[in-house]
T-cell receptor, first 116, second 113 residues
Framework: AAGVIQSPRHLIKEKRETATLKCYPI?????VYWYQQGPGQDPQFLIS???????DKGSIPDRFSAQQFSDYHSELNMSSLELGDSALYFC???????????????FGPGTRLTVL | QKEVEQDPGPLSVPEGAIVSLNCTYS??????FMWYRQYSRKGPELLMY????GNKEDGRFTAQVDKSSKYISLFIRDSQPSDSATYLC?????????????FGTGTRLTIIP
């Protein structure tokens, strides 16, 4: 079965540079979530989109922005990168509309961002 | 204070042992309680979910939720080396409206053959 695809899997950037992380949800899933997991930390919710509209916002810095496109893929744009942005960034997708039962979030393998 | 607290371990047990993993949470409004398993260099995958208080069993895994004490548990019977992973508890206020997950830190579990 198709899973959530994230690219790139690894990314190394310098301080103050920008980075773009991409997420391709499971086909027909209409909701995308972004989570940030620092070293030894729990995944922290950043932002979510439903049907291409932002549906919730968590602890996402103002330097970060995200959007969901017409094909439902999502991009997380990160500017003025700081050392503290080094983390594993997970994307998850789910099917909110028309589903039955528990609405499971399926996670991608993550993008490991290292800021030097 | 974190909304969901989890002992990070690490926890090492011999193969065949019963494993007990636990979390506590502070927000009494949480209604859904999940356990995710995360292998190295992979994303979390859902093991089990429970709605409100009670027990739920799936094979060798049993999840328990006690809302009165805000306590979440996962028991693994007849543990196998393939169970070695990080286990994350997670909570949700609801399962509608694209509700976010609030995670614990995760417990790193190693099953020794």
């Amino acid at each position: 079965a198709a899973g959530v695809i994230q690219s790139p899997r690894h990314l190394i950037k310098e301080k103050r540079e920008t980075a773009t992380l991409k997420c391709y949800p499971i086909p027909r899933h209409d909701t995308v979530y972004w989570y940030q997991q620092g070293p030894g930390q729990d995944p922290q919710f950043l932002i979510s989109f439903y049907e291409k509209m932002q549906s919730d916002k968590g602890s996402i810095p103002d330097r970060f922005s995200a959007q969901q496109f017409s094909d439902y893929h999502s991009e997380l744009n990160m500017s003025s990168l700081e050392l503290g942005d080094s983390a594993l960034y997970f994307c998850a997708s789910s099917l909110e509309g028309g589903r039955a039962g528990y609405n499971e979030q399926f996670f991608g393998p993550g993008t490991r961002l290292t800021v030097l | 204070q974190k909304e969901v607290e989890q002992d990070p371990g690490p926890l090492s047990v011999p193969e065949g042992a019963i494993v007990s993993l636990n979390c506590t949470y502070s927000n009494s409004a949480f209604q859904y309680f999940m356990w995710y398993r995360q292998y190295s260099r992979k994303g979390p995958e859902l093991l089990m979910y429970t709605y409100s208080s009670g027990n739920k069993e799936d094979g060798r895994f049993t999840a328990q939720v006690d809302k009165s004490s805000k306590y979440i548990s996962l028991f693994i019977r007849d543990s196998q080396p393939s169970d070695s992973a990080t286990y994350l508890c997670a909570t949700q206020l609801s399962n509608f409206g694209n509700e976010k997950l609030t995670f614990g830190t995760g417990t790193r579990l190693t099953i020794i053959p």
